[in-house]
């Protein structure tokens, strides 16, 4: 188990059976980088993965 999976374990169990929009998310990445801009780089590693999920269908 990665370190990660403990946070993403804890964001399944408080809001997991919310829907949020791209947007919203979008919104929560850019206030994360804003207060933690050490994390600028992997967020928008996560978000460019997110974004292109569906391009790897097209291969």
Do not use: H, S
Request: aromatic share 10%.
């Amino acid at each position: 188990m990665y370190f990660t999976d403990k946070g993403i374990e804890e964001l399944v169990e408080r809001r997991g059976e919310e829907e949020v929009g791209m947007a919203w998310l979008a919104e929560r990445l850019r206030e994360f980088v804003d207060l933690n801009p050490e994390f600028e780089t992997p967020v928008e590693r996560l978000a460019t993965w997110l974004a292109r999920l569906d391009d790897q269908d097209d291969d």
